[in-house]
């Protein structure tokens, strides 16, 4: 099973979502529940990761430079970080 927020933008990606019959089918077929949906859908609360994102002091792809150095200086016998500290 897709994880919470993957089936809420799934559901809120439906084409059938536009009609007000189609809401309910999303509803039970993508297992979500309806308020947090709707406020979703109406922009009033985003995903905790999208919520998060903007706390963070290093974007994703900073992140994962900053791993792979960390990596080359291990590699190159440096000491890492964490045995410097």
């Known amino acids: 099973m897709k994880p919470y927020g993957q ?20 509803l039970i077929r993508h297992e979500v529940n309806r308020s947090t949906l709707s406020r979703r859908f109406n922009r009033e609360t985003t995903s905790r990761a999208d919520g998060y994102n903007g706390q963070r002091l290093v974007d994703t792809a900073q992140s994962g430079a900053l791993l792979v150095y960390i990596k080359d200086l291990t590699v190159q016998v440096r000491p890492s970080i964490v045995s410097i500290v």
Do not use: M
Request: proline letters at 10%; zero cysteines.
């Open 7 to 26: 089936r809420i933008e799934d559901t809120i990606a439906e084409p059938q979502l536009e009609e007000k019959p189609g809401l309910s089918a999303a």
